[in-house]
């Protein structure tokens, strides 16, 4: 059964930095990697998608990549603002396509 | 182009009490999923769909049913009410495997 960490689980850093969020999992046997953003008490937002043929993807400050092979996935973000400030999830999908196992989710707090 | 519907956003039921999620989407997805998100749980899927008359279990199907009559629409069946199913219900839909999974808002579910 696929497991998913997300380390670490809150995190409060000042505005302007760039930070790094991890992911681990322990089967490698993936389709792909989604990472998704969360507002409290909102639905989820993606932000960044990932095939398990690739190593990275960008979208704008944010950098998402997928080392298969040790079982790990990170979400860079660039030049922290306060509006960052939310849960980010990963997801996996299994290779059958119909099924996303998420991580814990890290809590992100960006003071001004 | 409203992407994943959900209604209601907000439900209050009495234990015992039956009542249907409903989940439309208008992108042609194939793929429809419901997951549940609980504290200290993340979240977890109910039930799947890879096409309109096909449907599956996922991790914690118990007191739900599901069918998918139509492409566009998955609706979520409770079918006696219990306090355990207090929890924060989602929607996603998927085009295909290679394809991202978009969320719905949510329905914040309460059973007293």
């Known amino acids: 059964k696929q497991e998913v960490t997300q380390i670490p689980a809150a995190l409060s850093v000042p505005e302007g930095e760039n930070l790094v969020l991890n992911c681990s999992f322990t089967d490698s046997a993936i389709y792909n990697l989604q990472w998704f953003r969360q507002d409290p008490g909102k639905g989820l937002t993606s932000l960044l998608l990932i095939q398990s043929s690739q190593r990275e993807q960008t979208s704008g400050r944010l950098n998402a990549s997928l080392d298969k092979s040790s079982g790990r996935s990170t979400l860079y973000i660039a030049a922290s603002q306060p509006g960052d400030s939310a849960t980010y999830l990963c997801a996996l999908r299994n290779n059958a396509g119909n099924m996303l196992t998420f991580g814990g989710g890290t809590r992100l707090m960006v003071k001004p | 182009n409203a992407g994943v519907t959900q209604t209601p956003k907000f439900q209050v039921l009495k234990t015992g009490q039956s009542m249907t999620l409903q989940c439309a989407q208008d992108?042609?997805?194939?793929?429809m999923s419901w997951y549940r998100q609980d504290p200290g749980m993340g979240l977890r899927l109910i039930h799947y769909?890879?096409?309109?008359?096909?449907?599956d279990q996922g991790e914690v199907p118990n007191g739900y049913n599901v069918s998918r009559s139509t492409t566009e629409d998955f609706p979520l069946r409770l079918l006696s009410a219990a306090p355990s199913q207090t929890s924060v219900y989602f929607c996603a839909s998927s085009y295909d495997r290679a394809r991202g999974y978009t969320f719905g808002s949510g329905t914040r579910l309460t059973v007293v």
């Open positions: 769909s890879v096409g309109a008359g096909i449907t």
């Open positions: 992108m042609n997805h194939e793929y």
